[in-house]
């Protein structure tokens, strides 16, 4: 199966739910779009869903490319995870300004933050790596404790999509720096 296909199937769904929103984009019309069928679609995605999350995690891999430049310049481990943890609350609120109906928000929401979990992973895995081998963190299972990291946040997220002017960011690295402590 061809990459530059599954760009080109991708790229047209963007423009739809760019233009339409997700629910009223339709596999039908990206067909129709680019004069192939749906079958050729689903051969590279199994679902609009699929698809969706396709395309915001390519733009997470991005912004956690641009974050990881950026903690380029920390001094420590516990400095680029605060500012990454900032970054991404940054993140957060600029998206959730946007502005959703209810089944949009629901949807994209959810897709979009396991997109972004997946992408920001493997960052927040290497820093606590690399924090508890110089011995700044004194936590002894970096997987547990990028778990534990992920569900603050992911809380502290979902605090923030019912009150998006709450500040709980600080909160969370609180939590989190005590944990790695």
């Known amino acids: 199966m061809s990459d530059s296909r599954k760009v080109e199937i991708a790229d047209a769904f963007k423009r739809r739910f760019e233009h339409f929103g997700f629910k ?9 779009d680019l004069k192939i069928s749906k079958k050729t679609i689903y051969s590279y995605f199994s679902t609009k869903e699929e698809i969706f999350y396709h395309i915001v995690y390519q733009v997470a891999v991005r912004l956690r490319n641009q974050m990881a430049r ?38 994209k929401y959810r897709i979009s933050e396991l997109a972004f979990k997946d992408a920001y992973s493997e960052l927040v895995q290497a820093i606590v790596n690399d924090g508890i081998a110089n011995g700044e963190f004194s936590a002894t299972s970096p997987d547990m404790m990028s778990l534990f990291i992920q569900g603050i946040v992911k809380e502290s997220m979902d605090k923030i999509t019912s009150e998006p002017d709450t500040a709980v960011e600080d909160e969370a690295i609180t939590a989190i720096l005590k944990l790695l402590a």
């Open 70 to 107: 950026e903690l380029e310049k920390c001094d420590t481990n516990r400095e680029k995870l605060e500012n990454l943890i900032r970054m991404i609350f940054t993140q957060t609120r600029q998206w959730l300004k946007e502005g959703n109906d209810a089944f949009e928000f629901k949807y």
């Open 24 to 32: 009223k984009t339709t596999v039908d019309d990206v067909a129709k």
